[in-house]
């Protein structure tokens, strides 16, 4: 479908003629646009059962389509060909829209829109959308620039809300990461070529300026003048007409629809201060701002460009992670044993597909190992830099990294279900709401634009009545001084920096309130298991109850534990290190234990009664309360035993310290056993632990402390902490619980620890201290800025300065967040 309608758009840029008979009777020129057809044609479409005659393969492709889609009446009743568009302008009421109601799109999607330059934009857009029939949410990111649109299907569609955008002036398509970041860098690549124009024109214009300024005192001729002043209009031309293109087209578009935007006031300023320097130097009377139009031009532009790069910073993460799993794989055929490979498509894979994944490629899908141990980079998924080690019959996600060797991988989800699909879909979700900070200044901004141009007319008509000679330079000063961009930049460009910064560092806002809401919380709620704790059996201790060493018990334990992928297993392979050797005849007795022999002897490991039908005696000692004991007994004798317990994780101490040194009160709420979170408690220095709380009971905690006036971020992992997750006024997932509890949670943590959740709360307080220190900027300057403009303190030109300053600052100190 991606490829039709390349086609379409492709070919609807080609001049067309302007007019076509309606109806199907044949014609000498390309059915669909009406081009000559070349003699040695051969490319046709089948319409109403006869083959038309097409230009090109183009031009075919998009009349096949149409046809397929059920809409062939187009022709039937279209009165003339499409006019020739632009991409970001393409026809309203082009037929080539409705390729887009595919179900895939229904309900729910996310538009890339382009054409957006202030606040004012953002408004009209988010209102004109929810005016529509069936549409539950219309959210705009201008720090994106990306769409969320939730519609009710039987209502509206997709091309409705296309048609609606264009109608208004935005080009609008479906969001993909890869054609949103070409057309970012086009746009780039033009506004660095009118920003190189106005600063020539800038510099050159100076040049000529400078002696005037400096001949103030006679010793320059009227005539010397004259032919100065000419020189810097001949090169602000370039400045005013190719570089100031955005400013008009901008205004032209606003002034269309009806709501004038920051372009307006911008494209006045310029065009004022231009005209009336043009009739001063004609009329031979009054001063000229040549210098200060070039100047603003650039100023202006320059801080766009910083605007599209913080845009461009802001929508890296989504592409990193949508370029993470590559686009081909090498599947295994025939007989694995074999390694015979296939080059397939990475979405093509199936569950029980086997791959081979050489070293310094990507996982194509989430899978288990089957074949080789290696090590892999999960920087991408988690923020983790270190690599990790990983064996047969563990698990690998899509996207990570195979740095070491060469792997044999079972998939075990398509690419739509995979981990990495997942976060994709986060990461999407991320943004998508505006906090309440962000939706104040849009208001605002969007209403000062109209404010700015009654000022405007205000100041002008104060000045003719006081001193009609600097009417003219007073209200072009207060049009360029004012800056809303500042305003409703502050918010959205912090958003979009630190949100990046926390991918980056395994942490995932999903909601729009997350760091502002973190920030503000008094209550730390932890979960025990999975969240403060590993989750995970880990050996507490091992003690000896024959002559054999700890270490030598170890080795025989992590012998007969092998090949068993229990829990427990594991904790003792990994306590055990390397093996005694190999056991033999193995057999597992289900709920006691593992029989097996090494080098000729006997052993058991298992509960104590099971170790007890080969070793002579009864076991003596007792187990510490809180952890499970495992038993290690061979023929005539016990050996050893093997304390397990839930172990702490090593970062849990270092985060809650950090959380109380901030001011935050910290509880653990957990369903085990109250002993059991009184002991972890303990070990961690939290003061209040409540244990055995069923999922209702943890909600009505949460919501008691909620009533009490307390601010609740709620930190948990596992279906059970589904509700208490959505109930608390933020909440963070553990990156490896349940689907469930991270899909209810306002934030993810990717990696396997707690460090990324300090760090969050960090990153929370600074970018709320820059978007306080962005908006009280933005509206001191413009308290300061626009009395000094309309009282005649501000010239232009210094006007323009101040504007393009206000911006840059705030895009700068906002882009500062993304530094670690």
């Not at 024109?201 to 002043?229: C, E, F, K, N």
């Not at 997942?422 to 605002?444: C, H, I, N, S, Y």
């Not at 049009?479 to 305003?487: D, E, F, Q, S």
């Not at 963070?732 to 993810?748: N, P």
Request: net charge neutral; hydrophobic share 50%.
């Amino acid at each position: 479908m991606s490829a039709v309608l390349a086609d379409i758009l492709a070919r609807e840029r080609e001049p067309q003629p302007a007019a076509a008979p309606a109806g199907p009777a044949v014609m000498d020129g390309c059915f669909h646009c009406g081009l000559p057809v070349p003699r040695d044609s051969r490319w046709q479409a089948v319409v109403d059962g006869n083959a038309r005659p097409m230009c090109c393969p183009g031009c075919a492709a998009a009349a096949q389509a149409i046809v397929d889609g059920g809409f062939a009446d187009y022709y039937a009743t279209r009165t003339e060909y499409a006019a020739q568009v632009d991409l970001a302008t393409h026809a309203v009421d082009a037929p080539e829209l409705l390729l887009y109601d595919v179900p895939g799109c229904e309900g729910e999607a996310t538009f890339a829109v382009e054409g957006m330059r202030c606040a004012a934009c953002v408004w009209l857009i988010e209102r004109r959308l929810g005016q529509l029939p069936g549409v539950q949410e219309a959210t705009l990111n201008v720090a994106t620039e990306r769409l969320h649109m939730r519609w009710d299907p039987a209502l509206c569609r997709p091309s409705i809300i296309l048609r609606t955008l264009r109608a208004i002036g935005y080009g609008a398509y479906p969001y993909d990461a890869k054609q949103h970041g070409e057309q970012l860098e086009r746009a780039r690549k033009k506004l660095f070529r009118q920003l190189f124009v106005a600063g020539l024109s800038m510099m050159q214009v100076m040049m000529y300026a400078v002696p005037v300024y400096l001949a103030s005192d006679g010793t320059m001729d009227g005539d010397m003048t004259r032919l100065m002043h000419w020189a810097s209009l001949l090169l602000t031309l370039p400045a005013v007409l190719y570089s100031a293109q955005p400013f008009f087209a901008g205004a032209w578009q606003d002034l269309r629809r009806g709501l004038p935007g920051m372009d307006v006031p911008v494209a006045l300023g310029i065009g004022a201060a231009f005209a009336g320097s043009c009739a001063a130097l004609v009329g031979g009377r009054g001063e000229v701002y040549f210098d200060s139009v070039t100047m603003f031009v650039f100023l202006l532009l320059g801080s766009r460009y910083l605007e599209l790069g913080a845009r461009r910073k802001a929508a890296s993460a989504l592409e990193r992670l949508q370029q993470g799993v590559p686009a081909s794989a090498l599947r295994l055929r025939g007989d694995p044993a074999a390694r015979e490979t296939e080059l397939v498509a990475a979405g093509a894979l199936q569950v029980g597909d086997l791959v081979l994944v050489r070293a310094g490629q990507a996982i194509p899908a989430d899978g288990v190992i089957v074949d080789g141990d290696t090590e892999v980079d999960l920087a991408l998924l988690t923020g983790e830099s270190r690599t990790q080690r990983r064996s047969k019959g563990e698990s690998l996600p899509g996207g990570a990294v195979n740095v070491a060797q060469t792997i044999v991988l079972r998939v075990t989800s398509t690419a739509t279900d995979s981990t990495l699909a997942m976060l994709v879909r986060l990461v999407e979700k991320a943004g998508q709401g505006k906090p309440a900070l962000a939706l104040w200044a849009d208001r605002v901004a969007a209403w000062s634009v109209v404010a700015l141009l009654l000022l405007t007319v205000a100041v002008f008509v104060a000045w003719q009545a006081v001193e009609p000679a600097r009417a003219w330079q007073a209200a072009v000063a207060v049009l360029v001084v004012t800056c809303p961009c500042a305003l409703s930049l502050a918010t959205p460009t912090a958003l979009a920096a630190a949100t990046d910064r926390l991918l980056r560092h395994g942490v995932l806002a999903v909601k729009p309130h997350t760091l502002e809401t973190f920030e503000r919380a008094t209550h730390i709620v932890f979960d025990k298991t999975g969240t403060l704790t590993l989750g995970r059996p880990v050996l507490r201790q091992a003690v000896p109850v024959s002559s054999q060493s700890v270490e030598a018990c170890l080795r025989i334990a992590s012998a007969l534990e092998a090949d068993n992928p229990h829990p427990i297993a594991q904790a003792i392979r990994e306590a055990g290190g390397r093996a005694i050797g190999v056991a033999e005849r193995i057999r597992y007795v289900v709920g006691q234990g593992v029989e097996g022999s090494i080098n000729g002897r006997l052993y058991r490991l298992g509960s104590a009664a099971f170790v007890e039908g080969i070793a002579s005696g009864v076991a003596r000692s007792a187990a510490p309360t809180g952890t499970t004991s495992v038993w290690l007994g061979t023929e005539g004798g016990w050996l050893a035993r093997f304390d397990l317990s839930d172990g702490l994780r090593p970062e849990a101490a270092a985060v809650v310290q950090r959380f109380k040194d901030g001011g935050k009160t910290v509880v653990l709420l957990s369903g085990d056993e109250q002993r059991a979170a009184q002991a972890v408690a303990a070990q961690l220095g939290i003061a209040t632990a409540l244990g055995g709380r069923l999922p209702d009971e943890k909600l009505a905690y949460v919501r008691t402390l909620q009533a009490q006036g307390a601010v609740v971020a709620m930190v948990g992992d596992g279906i059970n902490d589904a509700a208490v997750l959505r109930g608390a006024d933020v909440s963070f997932a553990m990156g490896r619980g349940a689907e469930l509890a991270q899909l209810h949670a306002d934030g993810v943590l990717l990696g396997d620890g707690l460090v990324p959740l300090a760090d969050a709360a960090d990153t929370a307080r600074r970018t709320l201290a820059v978007i306080r220190q962005n908006l009280i900027w933005a509206s001191v300057y413009n308290l300061v800025a626009i009395p000094a403009a309309a009282s005649g303190l501000l010239n232009p030109w210094m006007s323009g300065i101040g504007m393009a300053a206000s911006s840059a600052l705030v895009v700068l100190n906002a882009l500062r967040l993304r530094k670690d």
